[in-house]
């Protein structure tokens, strides 16, 4: 079991990046926990201080890596997306390909891993066993009608997301960047093609079998899986209520257009609430109808985590 990040570090160690490894390591002190960056940020302090190992991220860019089926696919991805507005997308594509390379170098199984903007809050090894169980290749939060986010995602093996990458390429090579939002109604803005957007696609046209749904609430059409563990997840639409979004810091922001959020629009009383654990650490619940469903992490969008770390 091993926690795998990633950040491009082209403008250097974001602020947050701390609280999220230190509200890991508040409930995961033990778990190894490796961060693929660029060469320039490899050697910071910060790292250290978390025991998080930090490896330069272009080793793992594909080419001549040893025993490697897919060696460039990054470049293939580049070039696919081409010069265009959505060279950020480009980029948030392209790191699952990164990922999916140092999971093959080294084995790696049973991985999570999500946004640098995510506060966890409980021990993974909790359960592990439940997603060892019940999911044959990945699972992740899904989100909306047409995304699935990285909010918090498991990764059984290489090969797991060799396959959902591979379909990235396949789909892009097949019609082309426009013409694949033109097919599947991806339209503003400007064609706008992100691995949101592919995440979803790959569930939905390959089924649960390779990418299944964690549970982002305890009820209805969303909870998948909700019985096994007796929690939910966030893709990001309760963090963008607890903690607002870039655009705008004030808590309560609701994302209507994500389905949790649709909810907390329809259902004014449903709400998160605070309650500390045995060890007196702060644990944000979902509450609705009298009842509470504890969250085991929040995606703080607007990348102001202080004020929501245990």
Known sequence: MNIVLYESGIRG?????????????MFNPDIPIYLLINKENIDNDLFKKYNITSIDKDLYKGNGLP???YTSKINLLCRL????PENFW???TTRLVYIENFIVAHNLKDVYYFENDVLLYYNLQEYNEIFQKLFEHLAITTAGRIWSMTGFFY???GVS????TQFFIDMLIKFNRVGLARRFGWYKPHHCVNEMKLIKLYGQLKGSQYLSNLPILPFGEYSENFNSFNSIFDSNALGAYVGGVPKSEKPGYLLTHLYVGELLWKNPSYTVVWEKDELQRNIPYFKYDNNEVKINNLHITSKILQPYMS
């Open 13 to 25: 160690i974001p602020q947050f990046l701390e609280c999220c490894f230190k509200q890991i390591r």
């Open 67 to 69: 025993n490697l089926r």
């Open 81 to 84: 997306y081409g010069k265009n």
């Open 90 to 92: 480009m980029i948030t």
């Open 155 to 157: 990764i059984k093996d």
């Open 161 to 164: 997301i060799s396959l959902m």
